[in-house]
Antibody, heavy 119, light 107 residues
């Protein structure tokens, strides 16, 4: 069974940093593009970052470029999102999702971790 | 980035109604279009991939069609468990982008 378990969400002040983690199991992690998708309170879905299976390519939505960094450790079957210079508008549930490649889809999602940016 | 626009943003319907949701891409995306269902407090669930391919376990009352820039999700006969928010998503370019969502409510 595919499982994705996020952790690291917290309340942080504007300008602060946070690192999210996603532990994967039940599939060959190193064979899949992985992504972070967020959902602000009462809002829609936004894919903020994706990374190819071998870490050779990463993509970001414009609103987080230069502030967020996606990374992965295939040996540990883990995905990460380093978030710096956090803003109030980054407040959201952050989901780890398997997929994000061209022509692909997000079949498997984690349960989400909450990031709240507030003073 | 490719913009995805859904219509309507919300709708009210009754059990048994036929419901159609439209998704338009800002440029051609071939058939790289997926549909998701999300219920409150839950992660989204993939319903349809590649515009019209129904995922295993998804009721046959759901169907998708379209290619290029215009796509539709149809629920042939609305059931109580279908009240949710629906999102389209393009994967023609990365990172993937979603429509703003269509909330299906009980009339």
């Amino acid at each position: 069974e595919v499982q994705l378990v996020e952790s690291g969400g917290d309340l942080v002040q504007p300008g602060g940093s946070l690192r999210l983690s996603c532990a994967a199991s039940g599939f060959t992690f190193s064979s899949y593009t992985m992504s972070w998708v967020r959902q602000a309170p009462g809002k829609g879905l936004e894919c903020v970052a994706s990374m190819k299976e071998d870490g050779s390519e990463e993509k970001y939505v414009d609103s987080v470029k230069g502030r967020f960094t996606i990374s992965r450790d295939n040996a540990k079957k883990s995905l990460y999102l380093q978030m710096n210079s956090l803003r109030a508008e980054d407040t959201a549930v952050y989901y780890c999702a398997r997929g994000g490649a061209i022509g692909g889809f997000f079949k498997h999602w984690g349960q989400g971790t909450v990031v709240s940016v507030s003073s | 980035d490719i913009q995805m626009t859904q219509s309507p943003s919300s709708l009210s319907a009754s059990i048994g109604d036929r419901v159609t949701i439209t998704c338009r891409a800002s440029q051609s995306i071939s058939s790289y279009l997926n549909w998701y269902q999300q219920k409150p407090g839950k992660a989204p669930k993939l319903l349809i991939s590649a515009a019209s391919s129904l995922q295993s376990g998804v009721p046959s009352g759901f169907s998708g069609s379209g290619s290029g820039t215009d796509f539709t999700l149809t629920i042939s006969s609305l059931q109580p468990e279908d009240f949710a928010t629906y999102y389209c998503q393009q994967t023609y370019s990365t990172p993937p982008t979603f429509g703003q969502g269509t909330k299906v409510e009980i009339k």
